[in-house]
């Protein structure tokens, strides 16, 4: 069966940096745009940032310049770095696999937290 597993996240000060993980196991990987998501308490879970199969990116306008989405397809993983934290930053990150809109997977969520 699918699986995304997400790992890396934990509790951060702003400005400091964290490094989330996504293995994939069960798909065709590299036919995939990957992406990672987060859901903050009480709101509604928007879009972080997406890799396509030919490595195009796109970024929300809040963390464009401050993190950075990366695959590597031989190894079934997909990254996520991230500088600069900010409180605001602080939700469930979670890492989802489209295949054109019509097979999509999420995997279970890893939390982020950016707090002193």
């Known amino acids: 069966q699918v699986q995304l597993v997400e790992s890396g996240g934990g509790l951060v000060q702003p400005g400091g940096s964290l490094r989330l993980s996504c293995a994939a196991s069960?798909?065709?990987?590299?036919?995939?745009?990957m992406g990672w998501y987060r859901q903050a308490p009480g709101k509604q879970r928007e879009l972080v940032a997406t890799?396509?199969?030919?490595?195009?990116?796109n970024y929300a306008g809040s963390v464009k310049g401050r993190f950075t989405i990366s695959r590597d397809n031989p190894k079934s993983m997909v990254y996520l770095q991230m500088n600069s934290l900010k409180p605001e930053d602080t939700a469930v990150y979670y890492c989802?696999?489209?295949?054109?809109?019509?097979?999509?997977?999420w995997g279970q969520g890893t939390q982020v937290t950016v707090s002193s």
């Open positions: 890799i396509t199969r030919g490595y195009n990116t």
């Open positions: 069960g798909i065709q990987f590299s036919i995939y745009t």
């Open positions: 989802n696999a489209d295949l054109n809109n019509v097979q999509r997977y």
